[in-house]
């Protein structure tokens, strides 16, 4: 049995001392531009995100911090360009790790369309109840359905110019919501008519992120730029917003566990947070190493949580109960960026971003082993994934390369299985399945 890296105990913010852990130290290089990166960047992320990334010509840098400026990186004007040649001189383009290929006993299958409006940039996919695959075009204002029977995919675009959707939902009644990202509002998609209804948001709410409804019909949802979670009822268009108390925290990827209690990750901070459903009070943990960061992060029956060490290139478990953190290295080292997470069949499933290609990866909490695979397209960086109903396969986006994929997992032979096969179903996805609880 795989042993994990270390076990350690979070320490929560209310009424604690934080756990420190000692570490080297990792610093940017000295030259001109230094301190404006230094200052910049880190006000976000850690530094580790500029140095283990595979580098940009000078085009690539400028692209880069146009976008970290609109996201809310606060960078004088006049600093911008000293900004550019430093990263460009010091962190040139370069080769991404190699994926690391771990064979196993389990067997997947890949499928990907190619999108028809080129560089639409798929943010997050979801796997709805009819077998369908949406994404968010998140450069071209719309969102997307992919009908994996045909290969037939029918573009929605938005009313609001440049909301840059991002997370997506659906609710009981197989509407699609979808998280605005440069526009103060929600969205929900009618996917037979394609009309699109907007909730608007307080002016201070943007950057909405990642959506989730409660079992009570509540959409939840981080946003990003404006540090805060929020709380919207469909039912009265009624908005709840409460400030994440770390500054600049970034709350990015959100679960929500069987008491209806929101979880989210805060990527600008060594953090996780809940939210009381009925006060919105949010209480921190601090998790053990200052480097950590998280984007994405998934839950599994039992309420234990697991995320994605981004910076670190760490596959992690969090035990909200007592604040226990337990660690395994990613398979493919400490600059695979681990991104896109989901539970499937008791397996932790996520994929390696920064490998080529980027790798599909298998932990099985019972032995802890990895098995891994490497995405056919490339993936071209998969930020986001989600197990089917059905629970046979995970949808993924594959930003970079302008695709959507369905993975399939192979099950082994049982009743309920065979069961199942007798009964007429679309290929590779599962028949129309009851809705999710939520509301219209």
Not at 94 to 122: N, Y
Not at 362 to 383: H, M
């Amino acid at each position: 049995m795989r042993k994990p890296v270390a076990v350690f105990a979070a320490a929560a913010l209310l009424g604690s001392a934080s756990l420190v852990v000692a570490q080297n130290p990792t610093t940017l290089p000295a030259g001109a531009g230094h301190d404006a990166v230094q200052g910049a960047c880190a006000a976000c992320h850690s530094v580790k995100v500029v140095i283990n990334s595979s580098g940009y010509s000078a085009e690539g840098w400028q692209q880069t911090v146009n976008s970290m400026i609109g996201r809310g990186a606060k960078v004088p004007p006049d600093q911008v360009a000293a900004m550019v040649d430093y990263l460009a001189k010091n962190f040139p383009p370069q080769p991404a790790p190699p994926a690391v290929i771990l064979p196993g006993t389990e067997k997947v299958s890949f499928q990907e369309w190619a999108l028809p409006t080129p560089d639409s940039f798929p943010h997050d996919p979801m796997a709805a109840p009819d077998g369908s695959i949406w994404y968010t075009g998140f450069k071209v204002n719309l969102l997307g359905r992919v009908d994996p029977l045909t290969g037939k995919i029918r573009e929605y675009p938005l009313k609001t110019p440049k909301s840059a959707p991002h997370g997506l939902t659906f609710d009981k009644n197989g509407n699609i919501w979808f998280a605005a990202h440069d526009r103060p509002y929600m969205g929900k998609i009618d996917p037979e008519t394609g009309e699109v209804t907007e909730y608007p948001l307080p002016q201070a709410a943007l950057g909405a992120h990642t959506p989730l409804f409660d079992s009570k019909g509540n959409l939840w949802f981080t946003l990003i730029t404006s540090n805060r979670i929020g709380r919207l009822d469909p039912r009265t268009g009624d908005v709840k917003l409460a400030v994440s108390p770390t500054a600049r925290s970034l709350p990015y990827g959100l679960v929500i566990t069987s008491k209806d209690v929101p979880i989210f990750a805060e990527f600008g901070s060594n953090k996780l947070a809940s939210v009381d459903p009925n006060t919105l009070e949010i209480h921190e943990w601090t998790l053990p190493n200052a480097d950590t960061r998280i984007r994405r992060l998934t839950i599994t029956p039992d309420d234990m949580i697991y995320y994605a060490d981004f910076d670190r290139g760490y596959l992690s478990r969090f035990d909200p109960k007592n604040g226990e953190v337990t660690e395994w290295p990613s398979p493919g080292g400490p600059r695979s960026q681990p991104y896109a997470m989901a539970v499937l069949r008791g397996a932790i499933w996520y994929v390696e971003s920064g490998t080529e290609p980027n790798a599909l990866v298998r932990f099985d909490p019972a032995n802890e082993k990895f098995q891994t695979w490497g995405i056919p397209s490339g993936g071209g960086v998969v930020r986001n994934m989600m197990v089917t109903r059905d629970g046979d396969h995970l949808v993924i986006a594959e930003s970079g390369v302008n695709k959507v994929g369905l993975v399939t997992v192979a099950r082994h032979d049982s009743s309920a299985h065979l069961q199942r096969r007798r009964q007429p179903a679309r290929p590779g996805l599962a028949r129309r399945s009851p809705q999710p609880t939520g509301p219209r």
